[in-house]
């Protein structure tokens, strides 16, 4: 079976009208996943999809698989890999960020179950901007030199925009608060076999 690298798009409105007979896969973190999805989305991040692919591909050889994050670059990431396996899915165009703007209720665990993380950008922004701070405080208070660790964010933040990829989301996705634990994952995974 031969599955196109580039993924198919849905729109908002096509997603929602066809919610009910689509298998919906949410890549964001955990924590990003707690503070708001598509109804009926499951969560496997980024970084799983691979230990995944079994249950995708029986997912998708059952119905249509959507695959959504918060703005679609993650989302595109997981359906060109699953292209590669030779699995068809397609992503949200803007992700979680248009559903919820075309005002789309999101799905949110129970107060007591959400972890309250941030999302991934927010993240990024905040340790990006401490990083830069930082080098510029041991700039004016250490040695001038030091001040190349704000130019080293500042340029990996032009690297990031230029390529559409984020290193510093990657790592930041690794730290314990963005990761499932592996309870949560066999959860998801068992729940996506019983559909």
């Known amino acids: 079976m031969t599955v196109s690298p580039t993924p198919a798009v849905l729109g908002v409105g096509e997603a929602r009208s066809r919610l009910h007979?689509?298998?919906?896969?949410?890549?964001?973190?955990p924590g990003e996943y707690a503070s708001g999805h598509v109804p009926g989305a499951l969560n496997i991040p980024l970084d799983q999809v691979r230990r995944a692919l079994p249950d995708l591909r029986h997912a998708a050889e059952r119905g249509d698989?959507?695959?959504?994050?918060?703005?679609?670059?993650?989302?595109?990431?997981?359906?060109?890999?699953?292209?590669?396996?030779?699995?068809?899915?397609?992503?949200?165009?803007?992700?979680?960020?248009?559903?919820?703007?075309?005002?789309?209720?999101?799905?949110?665990?129970?107060?007591?179950?959400?972890?309250?993380?941030?999302?991934?950008?927010?993240?990024?922004?905040f340790t990006a901007g401490t990083l830069v701070l930082v080098g510029l405080a041991l700039g004016l208070l250490v040695?001038?030199?030091?001040?190349?660790?704000?130019?080293?964010?500042?340029?990996?933040?032009?690297?990031?925009?230029?390529?559409?990829?984020?290193?510093?989301?990657?790592?930041l996705g690794k730290l314990p608060h963005n990761r499932p634990r592996a309870a949560d994952l066999e959860g998801t995974l068992a729940a996506l076999r019983s559909r």
Do not use: K
Request: proline residues 2%; negative net charge; contains cysteine.
């Open 21 to 29: 007979d689509l298998t919906v896969i949410d890549v964001r973190t």
């Open 65 to 125: 698989v959507l695959i959504v994050c918060a703005s679609g670059n993650r989302s595109q990431a997981a359906c060109e890999l699953l292209a590669g396996e030779g699995i068809a899915a397609a992503t949200l165009a803007g992700g979680t960020t248009a559903w919820a703007a075309e005002g789309n209720g999101l799905d949110r665990p129970a107060a007591s179950a959400a972890r309250g993380a941030w999302a991934m950008e927010r993240q990024v922004r």
């Open 143 to 171: 040695h001038p030199a030091l001040q190349i660790l704000s130019a080293g964010v500042a340029g990996g933040l032009v690297l990031s925009a230029v390529t559409n990829t984020c290193t510093m989301a990657a790592l």
